[in-house]
């Protein structure tokens, strides 16, 4: 089916440490792809986006590189800082007659950072 | 600053009451969205809206309708409330049909059915 799939959390990372959750997606052809953010309290907002294969989506340290043979969308930070604390969501666009525009996340990661 | 504003962030209701959750951008945005948020199962679509007075069923519509009689006004309605919808529903709204999918979200209604 058409679905992404996250690495279960929480992660829980003491202040710079090097940061990886995992994304993987199935569909048809090559959609765009998302990440996320959620901190506490508040809504999602946009982190990152690829929108063909090879392209590399970067925003405040961090990137994530979209991999057609390996359908996967890894998200990826040097040195975490404990305001990174949030829940990070993978999603990819649903394209179709009637549904262009359309995301489906994947259930989403929780990341606790320490000092 | 941009903005999508849901009307209550914390309701408490009874089962069989009616619910309604009010969502309003002010970015001229065309297409609205609905979603769920529960832990283990990331966002799901209720449902979503491309144009004014129109609204398509999205992967979980049960037990919930919609309205959008003006651009920039999203409004989700539970008939009859039901412990099991209990959640977290979050409106969002994109720019346009062939937008590359970039969402802004409200904040959040914490909804609680007793």
């Known amino acids: 089916g058409n679905s992404v799939t996250q690495m279960e959390g929480p992660v829980t990372l003491s202040e710079e440490a090097f940061l990886t959750i995992n994304c993987t997606y199935t569909?048809?052809?090559?959609?765009?792809l998302f990440w996320y953010v959620q901190y506490p309290g508040e809504g999602l907002q946009l982190l990152l986006k690829?929108?063909?294969?090879?392209d590399k989506g970067s925003n405040k340290g961090f990137e994530a590189t979209y991999r057609k043979e390996t359908t996967s969308f890894h998200l990826e930070k040097g040195s975490v800082q404990v305001s990174d604390s949030a829940v990070y969501f993978c999603?990819?666009?649903?394209?179709?007659?009637?549904?262009?525009?359309?995301?489906?996340f994947g259930q989403g990661t929780t990341l606790q950072v320490k000092p | 600053d941009v903005k999508v504003t849901q009307s209550s962030r914390y309701l408490v209701k009874r089962t069989g009451e009616k619910v309604f959750l009010e969502c309003v951008q002010d970015?001229?945005?065309?297409?609205m969205f609905w979603y769920r948020q529960d832990p283990g199962l990331g966002l799901r679509l209720i449902y979503f809206?491309?144009?004014?007075?129109?609204?398509e069923k999205g992967d979980i519509p049960e037990g919930y309708s919609v309205s959008r009689e003006k651009k920039e006004r999203f409004s989700l309605i539970l008939e009859s409330a039901s412990t099991n919808q209990t959640s977290m529903y979050l409106c969002?709204?994109?720019?346009?049909?062939?937008?590359?999918?970039?969402?802004?979200f409200g904040e959040g209604s914490r909804l609680t059915v007793l």
């Open positions: 969002a709204s994109s720019r346009d049909r062939e937008d590359t999918g970039e969402l802004f």
């Open positions: 809206s491309y144009d004014v007075k129109m609204k």
């Open positions: 690829a929108t063909k294969a090879d």
């Open positions: 569909a048809t052809g090559y959609p765009s």
């Open positions: 999603a990819r666009i649903e394209h179709g007659s009637s549904n262009t525009g359309k995301l489906i």
């Open positions: 970015m001229d945005h065309e297409n």
